[in-house]
């Protein structure tokens, strides 16, 4: 029972609500990157905003903080939204293909840092470093290894494969050589 007295009809009502400890959070999008939405989103019970920080661009994720600040300043109830941006490790990927490419065990098979090229037996990685990062006899796996190609040699801007393990390539596949972790910078703090 609510014992507060208080004439102030909003605070009875805030106070006869049990606090709930859960918290909400909803990864905020193209398609909820809206005022509208942030406000609805907020409305409607929405504690942390979160951001993937993997996706979208700086601009974008700078409008939700924006909105999310401008929320909270005209804000009364106490409700405060939160912002967290979810720093995902940085990661190496293939490039775009216009279609997958099957991958036979024994076929010849590269990865070039030059961008966007896509051919039947070469595509781009997005990791300008990759060349120094892998060494003939190393293993390359795809998607944490749905498909697998050993390091034959490499030249200035390619990496030289015969695939071992093969299957269907497709764009912005996730790839990392066994046993080793990319020398990428990362969010340090």
């Given amino acids: 029972s609510n014992t507060d007295v208080s004439t102030d009809a909003t605070s009875q009502a805030v106070d006869a609500t049990p606090r709930r400890k859960t918290k909400i959070v909803c990864t905020i999008g193209p398609s909820t990157n809206t005022r509208e939405m942030i406000w609805k989103l907020a409305e409607t019970g929405m504690n942390v905003a979160r951001m993937n920080m993997s996706h979208g661009d700086h601009q974008s994720h700078q409008k939700v903080i924006d909105l999310v600040k401008e929320y909270n300043a005209q804000n009364t109830d106490g409700n405060t939204v939160a912002i967290m941006l979810d720093t995902k490790g940085p990661e190496v990927r293939s490039g775009d293909l216009p279609e997958p490419i099957m991958l036979a065990e024994g076929q010849e098979f590269n990865f070039t840092i030059k961008r966007g090229v896509s051919t039947e037996d070469t595509v781009s990685v997005n990791y300008d470093d990759f060349i120094s990062d892998v060494e003939a006899g190393d293993i390359?796996?795809?998607?944490?290894?749905?498909?697998?190609?050993?390091?034959?040699?490499?030249?200035?801007?390619?990496?030289?494969?015969?695939v071992v393990d093969g299957g269907e390539l497709k764009s912005r596949r996730h790839l990392n050589v066994r046993g080793k972790s990319a020398t990428l910078p990362s969010i340090t703090g």
């Fill in 140 to 162: 390359l796996l795809v998607d944490g290894g749905m498909m697998s190609l050993a390091v034959k040699s490499k030249t200035a801007d390619t990496v030289k494969c015969v």
